[in-house]
């Protein structure tokens, strides 16, 4: 009788464990399902699609699932978008509270569930900590009632190339007077914003910076064209520039030293990959057809070496 009842137990102790076994691996399972499945949704401008450009083609290479959901408009900053959600809340058939292709926010966000939402600040005002008060802070209230499930992600923006005629402003008045600044005071506002709803950054920011201040990799400034005459097609030498830059556009030659060209909207996609899917961007493979294979494993080794040290970027 003892003998029997201690094989009982054995044998109900030996099924307990492979049970238990069984009920974590499933678990390690659906953890990777989930995060081989994305729905993320993007409230930004021109940066936001800049850096996003190349997320799908990053995520089909990895073979990820991820769907986009877009309310994106060019210049516009937090207060903006917070306008037009007050505009549909005072009246859901005010034209003025659905600018997003005639829809307004909380339609757009109301197409499913959403696993990540990101926001931002409009660039020019990105180095203005006040300026995001208290639009942000309104903004995710209003996603998390709408969204709770989702988690809050903020789109740390870039500082414009060094050669800007102009940076973005600091406070009231003033401007950042280089690229460093910007990027720096820029910086503290977009932590500060995460430190005080208690959200993760993609710190797309500090990647362009590195790459600015990297001695081999750096873009510097042609100081051999001639800026005041031009002659078409010429353009002044732009190598390792992650900004668009000069280009002519028919018979004038136009400067855009803000936007993402392809090597820096594929180095933002590799800082948004990999943070989003949690998966290192060592094995990625695809690059854009402009940016050269020497530039674009710089570029990865940037990406994930700042989204391994996002915390120690100064």
Known sequence: MKINMKLRFTVLMKFSIHFLLLVCLAGDVFAQTQRDTLRLFIIGNSFSQNASTFLPQLAKERGKILVIGHAELGGHSLEQHWSYVEKAEANPDDPKGKPYGGKSLKMLL?????????????????????????????????????????????????????????????????????????????????????????????????????????????????????????????????????????????????????????????????????????????????????VSEEFARYLRKVAANTVNHKEAVK
Do not use: C
């Open 110 to 290: 109301g197409q499913g569930n959403w696993d990540i939402v990101t926001i931002q600040q409009y660039s020019f005002l990105s180095a203005d900590s006040s300026s995001y008060y208290p639009y942000a802070s309104k903004l995710i209230a209003y996603l998390k009632a709408l969204q709770p499930q989702a988690r809050i992600f903020i789109h740390q923006t870039w500082a414009y190339r060094a050669d800007a005629k102009k940076f973005g402003r600091i406070t009231e008045g003033e401007l950042a007077k280089n690229q460093q600044k910007m990027w720096q005071k820029s910086r503290e506002a977009y932590h500060l914003l995460a430190k005080r709803i208690n959200a993760p950054i993609l710190p797309v920011g500090d990647a362009f910076e590195v790459v600015a201040n990297d001695k081999i990799y750096g873009f510097k400034p042609d100081l051999t064209f001639n800026y005041h005459q031009p002659t078409a097609p010429n353009l002044p030498d732009q190598t390792h520039s992650i900004n668009i830059g000069y280009f002519w556009n028919k018979n004038e030659l136009v400067f855009d030293p803000n936007h993402a060209n392809d090597a820096g909207k594929y180095l933002g996609g590799l800082v948004w990959y990999s943070i989003l899917f949690n998966d290192s961007i060592k094995k990625i493979r695809f690059k854009p057809e402009k």
